[in-house]
């Protein structure tokens, strides 16, 4: 499916969780791509570890079924916030498949 028009919606939600979520749901049939600075960062579980008994805390963004997040993964940086986001809808699915395999 080829798109003739983009909507784009950008947002600095300074942290705020509960904002990311409201903008994912009410956005999810009106916009394509959501452009978001500041995301949020909040606690997903431990993970097993050598060193720590409770094991190693991993942290995250919030995510919607109805979106895809497309994020830089930088390895060396292990603590490595991330600034923006660029959130799409189900239709760039393909696309984020393509840039997996290269």
């Not at 705020?16 to 049939?29: A, D, G, Q, S």
């Not at 995250?60 to 830089?72: A, E, M, Q, V, Y």
Request: hydrophobic share 30%; proline share 7%; charged share 25%.
């Amino acid at each position: 499916m080829i798109k003739e028009t983009l909507k784009i919606f950008s947002q600095n939600i300074r942290k705020n969780k509960t904002l990311m979520n409201t903008i994912l749901e009410n956005n999810k049939n009106n916009m394509d791509i959501i452009l978001v600075q500041e995301p949020s960062k909040s606690f997903i579980r431990h993970v097993p570890s050598h060193t720590d008994p409770i094991g190693d805390p991993i942290y995250g963004t919030p995510n919607h079924p109805d979106w895809t997040l497309f994020i830089r993964q930088d390895p060396a940086q292990e603590n490595y916030h991330k600034w923006s986001l660029t959130i799409c809808d189900g239709c760039f699915d393909t696309l984020k498949s393509s840039k997996m395999r290269s």
